[in-house]
């Protein structure tokens, strides 16, 4: 009841012109002139895609904001070794969502298949299935390519539904990332694979790439995305209390695997259609229903919603947020980002036109300031370095950085771009002298710099 009221009188404090400056409208990445790129499988050269990046308008009205996007993200995508043979297409997207999101006080909705949420790049969020269950009767997997239709249709709930994320892993790209029939999106934590403290696909090795924003232990992660009930989602760390205090801590699902060798009953103890035992080709965590949740009442552990209510640099007075989970190893952790179920009310938020007068909104100059820009945490490596050279920037970009090479006398040697929803750019340094250069970041209003060494 205190949550509920508590979220109750944190929509009431949205009104009037502090509507403009909801976190709901002003945390969309916003492009009009950038196209994407895009890997296909046997060729590391990205190709154009020709579609615009990110989100290319924003508007709100007393009561809704939308977004419109393409889908499409700023970081290359593909390819995808499963044999998927879509890419990213443009989506034509319209999103409406509330500025003043609801607790659902009946029975809790479910997530379902597609589009779950957006992220600040909108690019689309879905949960953790792929479409695909086990038939007791058949003894066999059924639905999605290559298998029989499972009963129901392709909407059933079935007894045992395939986790997405471990087994479609051959599938993502470098940014963890898949195309549903053009609909590009993330089951899971948007960062790239080659980031995680341990590694679990090396598909970054030949098709380089980033996510949406890179893991700091140390900072509160960005918000990153909307789920369809309309509360905001954050990366994998947040502060260790609720209230805003207690320093950065890894937020932590409550969902763990079950101790079981055979698939018969579900964890709260309901005998279901047999699936397959565990084992090799079906390991724990390959089923979704192969998790029960374990309530926890450390603060840094979320509800049965993967949400949780917390301060956050964007809500100082605090909102219900969901939280893109990892484990220790900075893999993904079920349910990776909002579900089983939402917290609040949810609703299909893409629609096809605007039925309301509303206000465009226009960022502010809101760039980076000469303390912010010393204190963003860039890392150029390797450093000293032979032949390549990378620049990634943690957190998420949500302004273009220009990336400049210097000698040493401050000549111009190669220039390159971060845009907003990226993180990472490389220079080719082969045909440089050994020596020490200068890498200048910039946004236009201030300037930050660190040497280099080439050595060989």
């Known amino acids: ?266 964890a709260d103890g309901s005998t279901v259609g047999a699936g397959p035992a565990v084992s090799t080709t079906y390991p724990l965590g390959y089923f979704r229903e192969d998790y029960a949740y374990v309530a926890n009442s450390s603060p840094e552990y979320l509800d049965e919603h993967n949400g949780r209510f917390s301060v956050t640099p964007e809500y100082p007075n605090g909102t219900y947020a969901y939280f893109a989970t990892v484990d220790e190893n900075w893999n993904s952790a079920y349910p990776y980002v909002v579900g089983p179920t939402f917290y609040g009310t949810s609703a299909n938020r893409k629609i096809t036109t605007i039925s309301e007068t509303t206000t465009t909104y226009t960022a502010t100059n809101t760039s980076t300031t000469a303390l912010d820009m010393e204190h963003l945490n860039i890392k150029v490596i390797p450093n000293p370095a032979s032949d390549l050279v990378a620049i990634q920037v943690s957190g998420l970009v949500k302004e273009n950085l220009q990336i400049t090479l210097l000698d040493i006398m401050g000549r111009t040697l190669q220039q390159k771009t971060i845009q907003a929803g990226q993180t990472l750019t490389y220079f080719d340094i082969q045909t440089l002298y050994e020596g020490t250069y200068i890498v200048q970041i910039a946004n236009g209003e201030a300037v930050r710099t660190q040497k280099i060494i080439v050595a060989r």
């Not at 607790?103 to 600040?120: E, L, M, Q, R, W």
């Not at 029939?181 to 980031?195: E, I, K, R, V």
């Not at 947040?238 to 937020?251: E, F, K, L, P, S």
């Open 1 to 266: 009841m205190k949550q509920i009221l508590f979220s109750t009188l944190l929509a009431a404090s949205i009104g009037g012109t502090a509507q403009a400056q909801s976190p709901a409208i002003t945390s969309w990445l916003q492009n009009t002139t950038q196209t994407g790129t895009y890997y296909t499988s046997g060729n590391s050269t990205t190709i154009n895609n020709n579609i615009l990046v990110n989100c290319q308008k924003v508007e709100y009205s007393a009561t809704s904001v939308y977004v419109t996007a393409t889908g499409v993200p700023s970081y290359s995508t593909g390819p995808f070794l499963d044999g998927n043979p879509s890419q990213a297409q443009d989506q034509a997207a319209i999103y409406q969502f509330p500025l003043q999101p609801q607790p659902n006080t009946g029975t809790p909705n479910s997530t379902t298949g597609g589009n779950i949420g957006v992220f600040v790049n909108g690019v689309s969020l879905f949960d953790y299935r792929d479409g695909v269950g086990w038939n007791s009767n058949t003894n066999a997997l059924c639905g999605g390519p290559g298998n029989s239709p499972c009963p129901g249709g392709p909407a059933a709930s079935n007894d045992w539904n395939r986790d997405a994320v471990p087994a479609e892993q051959d599938g993502f790209d470098c940014a963890k990332g898949h195309p549903a029939m053009g609909n590009y999106h993330h089951h899971q934590n948007p960062s790239a694979f080659d980031l995680d403290l341990q590694v679990l696909s090396n598909i970054c090795n030949l098709y380089d790439a980033d996510g949406l924003y890179v893991i700091d232990s140390n900072q509160h992660s960005p918000l990153i995305g909307y789920a369809y009930d309309g509360y905001p989602i954050y990366g994998a760390y947040g502060y260790a209390d609720t209230n805003g205090t207690g320093g950065i801590v890894r937020i932590r699902s409550s969902y763990q695997l079950r101790n079981i060798t055979t698939r018969t009953t579900h």
